[in-house]
């Protein structure tokens, strides 16, 4: 079966109305949508799925944000999924992150860098279980 990936549009993204901007990348690309939510996250979730930074400085501050209004999980199938999207994606500190990339192109700060993706294969499993039980 082809790789997933877990995608978020976190609340900076779908506050500036970017949404409709990552969808369209990953499709034109020629990732799949397998899952699709609007949803606001609880701090457990939150807490949950950022487990692995816990300790970081800005742990706090993260969840947060991340919490702090709505966002859109999605679930992207396609072949090597994780790295097709963190491409498109670009570096996580957007000032760093190539033009042309989502990160690159409409943010500028570290943390409300408008989008997640899954950092590896084990990690993808491990939060699509979280965002979407039914599919694991
Ligand atoms: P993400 O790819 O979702 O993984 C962890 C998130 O933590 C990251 O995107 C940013 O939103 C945030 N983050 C990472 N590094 C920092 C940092 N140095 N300061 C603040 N937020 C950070």
């Known amino acids: ?16 109305g970017l949404v409709g ?5 990953l499709e034109a690309k020629g990732l799949r949508l397998v899952a699709v939510e609007l949803r606001t996250l609880s701090r457990e979730t939150a807490e949950e799925h950022y487990a692995e930074h816990r300790e970081k400085p800005f742990f706090g501050s993260l969840v947060e944000f991340i919490t702090g209004g709505p966002l859109v999980a999605l679930v992207a199938e396609g072949p090597r999924a994780v790295e097709a ?14 033009p042309g990339t989502i990160r690159g192109d409409f943010a500028l700060e570290v943390q409300n860098n408008i989008v997640h993706g899954s950092d590896s294969d084990e990690s993808a499993a491990r939060e699509i279980a979280l965002f979407f039980p039914h599919l694991g």
């Open 1 to 16: 079966t082809p790789a997933r990936t877990l995608v978020l549009v976190k609340p900076d993204g779908v506050a500036r």
């Open 21 to 25: 901007e990552v969808i369209s990348r």
């Open 85 to 98: 999207f963190r491409a498109l994606a670009g570096a996580t500190d957007p000032v760093k992150a190539a």
